[in-house]
């Protein structure tokens, strides 16, 4: 359907209607989770990539819709992610306290998303922002632990109230809720604060430092789909934020001449910067898959804010195709690892081992996942990575540059854990009878995102394409790009041909292997043991404390995050009980004393 | 039909449930029941008790805001009563007295007529907590109580000293016309600040709040949560309309007091553990915001304010504290995993607390965006930052209060409601998510309070 | 495109042949240095295609399949470095970052296949190999920051022209102390001594290679020989100026890998924390002061 309004009104309803069903026969209300996203997302996509998506509103109060490309570029990717993920949905179903309830919080969801990036008016913006706020909170809790909500709901409101005092300001200044004109008419001080604003709002969403405490917990803590909606979709909400706080807000503030940036830019490459050094450095420790790829995402968010924060044409469209590369890397590795929690019920990787075994196709997804998001090539994440690395070497920000680098080559530790101790290695006795590989209706979804972080690694044009008409309506130069090229600030890459030499590379090395004399089987078991006898699996499996040379240099000095959120909430309840414990005591006196006191306030100096 | 029959009619059965004890709980509910009812009969305007010109006499005044006001005191009060009357049979009387008493509050425009009925319905709130057979907290009330009531009658007398009129109406045209120096009304007016606020519940005159609220059973609870609070909020507002006028040191003291009782009640709120604590904390600090809202102009959206969050508290006091009397503890961990087996109790328990939130498609978003909207127009960001803040926090210890009762832990806890509240949360509950999506009923209220002016001058 | 394919693998076969021979050389050398006679030069080549001949074992299809990922990487890599100024296949796409993130798909491949053996001693090597990497690595990125930031261009023939222009040094000369710092990486990039850690061939079983024999063992081997073949003449390219021709060029990368050989020979082995201690100290710091001093304030020699 074309009509944004019908499509945000028919997304509600079947809301409402998966719920009635759900209550009745959950898996069924699932099902129809599958098929709404799926119809959400061919419309957005068909319609919104020929830009006919019809925005008039005639029954809905005070929504007005507009397409923009930010917004189907947007709308689309993360309409996808929900779509992929609604495949796994009724598998994981049964694993929840509240059936019914899920199917409709996933629909109400996605509708908050329709309503988010397609408006032109922040209050819209805002309704919605907030209405997806509480429709993923109370996901959240259906997984394994149900506080770490709370402290989602805590930074998540922080962040929105960020956004509306921001909103509150544009609208003050400027007498409308526009968003164009509230972006474009601030000035001065208004429009630094503003700036500010929409950044802690966007900082907030994206789980980047310093307000990541969150992230880790909640995206460990979720189910596993509602971990790859978060870490594919909610995050990017984050983003859109950025998106519009950092490009469409005319830059404003002291310029950095030698640096060729705004000093507020600068300060954000740094945050950003931060953000990827911490998410590598407590990726590499973790012993849990999913908190393991949480941190990923973080650091991943880091990358984002880093690239939009440049201001050029490399860097703003790196940060956008990072977004689609990301999105759909990590989504497709919450799902591999999802598909294995779903059998074995655990996602630390010290309890599972030798997954590859019995399911190979989950391990070429995560395995072609972790390749995107490790950023080479010829995968999706190359691209986006070669082209912050273009933006961010052109300005010439040494410190930013060396946490980028250290980011990229730390993902490559962080990738493989899960891959050797979790896929490869021993096959687990417990698990070796048990296991078989995922059913196919979770294999789709998976195997279509292998498949795009192929096609986005090896034929970007079609994308970049459409992220140079991005370009033009954000005011920043296009990128250079021809059919099978793309030409950067200080080199040209061409993907293709990278693909086609690995190819023709594969094939040699493969004429060698098969024309020499064939190898014999052996079994898992029998590997050089110096001599030992082994018969147990747990004792040749490499997976406990997998990096723990280097996690011993940093250990003292990661928990600082953690003390000071926990202090903070410390400080308020100490404010309560302190007052708690004067005032309100069952003594009438000194409540006497307390009015006799605001009385001779009152009375103080030359009032009478 | 006139006025005066909506405290005439419960005052008369009051005495008459007296002499017919075994009748009382009936008088109670029919009495009830007919004030709400007598509400669609009677024409808006203004009556003078006796016959008097409106600058002597006791003038009862009945316009939409009055109207809107007491719609919801006498629904809440209605669903209470038919809730919980026949468990405190002895109190039929008291409880017909107190609904005269609120119903004189709301409508009379008379600033000793106010004292009066103040003190009426003080006196029955008193003998209404002794159910909570905490006597020492009673008492507190009752000293408190009455330490506020004199000092608002201490400002009224004063003001009488200066000005010569009692009419609220007519008192505050003059005061506006006359007084230069608003430092001379300060002190007065500081004084009947003091004397509504302690009822109303601001820092630092309400350390009765703790032990009242703190030990609520499912009559007291949501009467002086809800209903009491509705009241006086509503009566804080009318004066600080028509009759308040704030020197430079006043209104400081007063945005201190405010500031103060909003974020601290917060805080208060976030380091309890025990339910009734926290919402008896919350609803501090809530009360805040009302007079807040009030104190910096924007009558209109803190009206709707009031009643929306009298019906929201109804419904949060009352699912708590029916549990509690259950379940015989008021620890969040006795309590967790409330909703497991209640489950459309807690799907109205949610909705009323995501209102108050201020989260959308529901009302309490419509209302909240509004009044921000208006403060940082004028501009008032300071106010802004500090509502924002208080939410957060609210935000934070409400959704943990909301997850632990929605999932158990070993064992949830067996408490049964009766159809009655589960008909009235879902029915409220309904109107609040309607008002959030279709907002002509709000838009229409909004509308009809600003055309309030002056009540007719002449008797 | 077909002739550059072509010209493409011959840069490999080459690339393959001289570092064979080389290392061969090499060894002769350091056995003379230690008082010995040392091996025929041709004894890598011996060694290679007595493995290729043998028959072995293998874990399962992971396991072949990583060591043909490993060894086709490696060929996708080299085909894209250019030897001389006019010996190269593909001009204009020889980006400096594709060179470092194809080795890394063929170390993917070899950490793959080498975990799923199911022997731990490999993952415990693909570990300290990757700990090793991520030491290594930031520092030398640094450097070629500065390096791009002068040239104006990430292709590494562009850089290697760049120091043949008169007037222009050699970067070895121009950023001495990122020269320095390069050199260690390159050290840490070849896996010599002391940064041998992810072998450690009497402590670990030689990590990764523990399970390998006959033409997994072969194949890696040569994939072993063309990826020093690329580091080194990486290195080679940019900071010895490239090459004009062929003969400069042999003669620029055997004095490289020589020393580097000389060095690394007496030296014991760290350990794998020592490893990534070490890097992230001077090195590090050195390739910060050597950027700042080269991109701020212009001096360059």
Not at chain 1, 56 to 62: G, R, T
């Amino acid at each position: 359907m074309a009509s944004l309004e019908l499509l945000l009104i028919f997304t509600l309803i079947s809301g409402v209607i998966a719920y009635l069903v759900g209550k009745v026969h959950p898996k069924t209300g699932s099902i129809l989770t599958i098929i709404v996203s799926g119809i959400v997302f061919a419309s957005l996509a068909y319609f919104g990539l020929n830009e006919q998506l019809l925005t008039k509103v005639s029954y809905l109060p005070y929504i007005s819709f507009i397409q923009t490309p930010l917004a189907i570029f947007f709308g689309v990717l993360v309409s996808f992610v929900f779509f992929m993920v609604s495949f796994f949905n009724p598998y994981f179903i049964d694993k929840y306290t509240y059936k019914a309830v899920y199917s409709l919080l996933y629909l109400l969801s996605l509708a908050g998303i329709i309503g988010i990036f397609f408006t032109d008016n922040f209050m819209t913006l805002f309704f919605f922002f907030e209405l997806v706020v509480w429709s993923s909170l109370f996901l959240i809790p259906l997984g394994r632990d149900e506080e770490v909500s709370v402290w989602y709901f805590g930074f998540s409101v922080f962040g929105s109230f960020a956004l509306l005092s921001a909103i509150l300001l544009m609208q003050s200044v400027t007498g409308t809720f526009d968003i164009t004109t509230g972006l474009q008419a601030v000035s001065g001080f208004n429009r630094l604060s503003v700036f500010i604003l929409l950044l802690i709002a966007a900082f907030a969403k994206l789980g980047a430092f310093p307000l990541h405490y969150w992230l880790p917990k909640v995206l460990t803590d979720s189910p596993d789909p509602v971990t790859s909606i978060f870490s594919g979709g909610l995050e990017k909400l984050g983003a859109f934020i950025a998106v519009l706080g950092l490009v469409k807000l005319v830059p404003t503030g002291f310029f950095i001449d030698v640096m060729d940036m705004y000093l507020t830019h600068y300060i954000l490459a740094i945050l950003g910067s931060l953000t990827i050094i911490g998410g590598t450095v407590m990726a590499i420790r973790q012993d849990d898959a999913k908190k393991l790829l949480a941190y990923s995402s973080m650091s991943n968010g880091g990358y984002i804010i880093v690239a939009l924060s440049l201001g050029s044409s490399a860097g703003i469209s790196g940060g956008l195709y990072h977004i689609i590369a990301h999105a759909i890397a990590s989504t497709a590795a919450f799902l591999a690892i999802g598909a294995v929690a779903r059998q074995t019920n655990t996602t630390k990787m010290s309890e599972l081992g030798g997954m590859l075994h019995k399911m190979p196709i989950t391990y070429m997804v995560y395995l072609i996942a972790i390749i995107s998001m490790a950023g080479i090539p010829p995968m999706g994440g190359f691209i986006s990575k070669w082209l912050i690395f273009q933006g961010v070497i052109n300005k010439g920000l040494i410190l930013v540059a060396a946490a980028t680098f250290f980011g990229s080559i730390g993902s490559f530790l962080y990738v493989f854990r899960p891959l050797a101790a979790l896929f490869l290695g021993q096959e687990l006795p417990q698990f070796k009878e048990t296991i078989k590989e995922a059913p196919i209706v979770m294999l789709i979804p998976m195997v279509i995102l292998s498949l795009l972080n192929i096609v986005t690694g090896v034929y970007p044009t079609n994308i970049l394409a459409y992220i140079n008409t991005l370009l033009v309506d954000l005011n920043i130069v296009q990128l250079d790009i021809t059919r099978w090229t793309i030409v950067g600030t200080n080199g040209t890459l061409n993907p293709a041909l990278i693909a086609v030499m690995f190819a023709l590379g594969v094939f040699i090395a493969f004429i060698i292997f098969i024309s020499l004399k064939k190898s014999r089987k052996v079994e898992l078991m029998d590997t050089y043991t110096a001599a030992n006898f082994i018969y147990t699996e747990e004792l040749l499996h490499y997976s406990v404390d997998f990096y723990a040379p280097i996690e011993r240099l940093y250990e003292p000095y990661i928990h600082f995050m953690k003390k000071f959120y926990q202090a903070l909430a410390n400080k308020v309840r100490e404010v309560g009980a302190l007052v708690k414990y004067y005032i309100f005591t069952s003594k009438p006196e000194v409540a006497t004393f307390f009015i006799m006191l605001v009385i001779a306030i009152l009375l103080w100096g030359d009032l009478v | 039909m006139s006025i005066v029959l909506l405290i005439a009619v419960p005052l008369f059965f009051a005495f008459l449930g007296i002499i017919l004890k075994k009748a009382a709980p009936y008088f109670l509910l029919l009495v009830s029941f007919f004030n709400v009812l007598a509400l669609g009969f009677i024409s808006q305007g203004a009556i003078v008790i006796g016959g008097y010109s409106s600058f002597y006499g006791i003038q009862l005044v009945l316009n939409s805001y009055s109207l809107i006001g007491l719609y919801v005191v006498n629904t809440l009060f209605f669903v209470i009563v038919a809730i919980n009357c026949f468990k405190h049979k002895k109190l039929s009387p008291i409880l017909l007295i107190s609904l005269a008493g609120l119903n004189g509050l709301l409508l009379t425009n008379d600033l000793f007529n106010l004292f009066v009925f103040m003190e009426i319905a003080g006196i029955s709130a008193y003998l209404i907590t002794t159910t909570t057979k905490d006597p020492k907290s009673t008492f507190n009330y009752l000293v408190l109580g009455t330490i506020g009531s004199s000092f608002y009658l201490l400002g009224l007398i004063i003001l009488y000293a200066m000005f010569g009129v009692l009419n609220i109406r007519i008192l505050g045209n003059i005061i506006e016309g006359v007084v230069t120096n608003k430092a001379a009304v300060a002190l007065p007016f500081l004084f009947i600040f003091i004397g509504l606020g302690v009822e109303t519940k601001l820092l630092p005159f309400n350390s009765w709040v703790k032990g009242i609220l703190g030990k609520s059973n499912a009559l007291t609870g949501p009467l002086v949560g809800a209903v009491y609070a509705s009241a006086f909020a509503f009566v804080f507002g009318n004066l600080l309309r028509y009759l308040f006028v704030f020197s430079e040191s006043l209104l400081l003291i007063v945005s201190i007091l405010l500031v103060a009782t909003i974020l601290i009640g917060e805080a208060m709120a976030y380091a309890s553990t025990k339910v009734r604590e926290i919402l008896l904390f919350s609803s501090i600090a809530q009360a805040g915001v009302a007079v807040l809202v009030f104190a910096l102009g924007y009558y209109t959206w803190g009206t709707i304010l009031i009643a929306l969050n009298g019906f929201s508290k109804l419904i949060l006091y009352l699912v708590v504290n029916i549990a509690v009397d259950q379940v015989k503890s008021d620890e969040l961990s006795a309590l967790k995993g409330l909703f497991v087996n209640n489950k459309l109790i807690g799907a109205g328990f949610s909705v009323a607390t995501l209102s108050i939130l201020g989260l959308p498609i529901f009302a309490g978003f419509i209302v909240k965006m509004n009044i921000l909207v208006a403060m940082a127009n004028t501009p008032k960001f300071f106010f802004v930052g500090v509502i924002l803040l208080a939410s957060l926090i609210e935000g934070i210890y409400f959704i943990k209060l909301l997850i632990n009762f929605w999932f158990e832990q070993d064992q949830a806890p067996r408490v049964k409601y009766s159809y009655v509240v589960i008909y009235v949360t879902l029915v409220i509950a309904l109107l609040i998510t309607v008002f959030g999506v279709y907002l002509e009923p709000l838009n229409s209220i909004h509308s009809t309070l600003n055309l309030v002016k002056g009540v007719v001058m002449h008797g | 495109m077909m002739i550059n394919i072509l010209i493409g693998f011959g840069v490999a076969l080459f690339g393959f042949v001289l570092q064979t021979s080389l290392g061969g050389i090499n060894r002769k050398i350091i056995g003379r240095l230690q008082k010995r006679y040392g091996p025929k030069w041709y004894q890598e080549f011996l060694d290679i295609f007595k493995l290729l001949s043998k028959r072995a074992i293998s874990h399962g299809w992971l396991f072949d399949f990583g060591v043909i990922m490993a060894l086709g990487g490696i060929i996708a890599t080299a085909t894209f470095m250019p030897v001389t100024n006019s010996i190269v296949a593909f001009p204009n796409y020889d980006n400096f970052f594709i060179f470092v993130y194809l080795i890394a798909v063929g170390m993917l491949g070899m950490a793959m296949s080498a975990s799923g053996s199911g022997n731990p001693y490999a993952s415990i090597g693909v570990m300290r190999a990757l700990t090793t990497m991520l030491a290594y690595e930031v520092p030398f990125m640094i450097v070629i920051l500065t390096i791009i930031k002068l040239t104006g261009t990430s292709s590494i023939t562009g850089i290697a022209e760049f120091q043949q222009l008169a007037g222009n040094n050699w970067f070895m000369i121009a950023l001495p102390l990122g020269f320095i710092v390069s050199f260690m990486a390159l050290m840490g990039m070849l896996g010599k001594k002391p940064f041998e850690t992810y072998i450690a061939p009497a402590e670990i079983a030689s990590g990764p290679m523990v399970e390998y024999g006959g033409k997994q063992l072969g194949m890696l081997f040569i994939m072993h020989e063309i990826t020093v073949f690329i580091e080194v003449s990486l290195f080679v390219h940019l900071f010895l100026g490239g090459a004009e021709n062929i003969l400069i060029f042999l003669l620029k990368y055997a004095a490289v890998y020589t020393l580097v050989n000389l060095i690394s020979n007496v030296y014991g082995r760290f350990k794998i924390d020592q490893v990534v201690k070490f890097f992230y100290k001077w090195p590090l710091l050195l390739a910060i002061v050597q950027a700042v001093i080269a991109v701020y304030l212009g001096w360059v020699i």
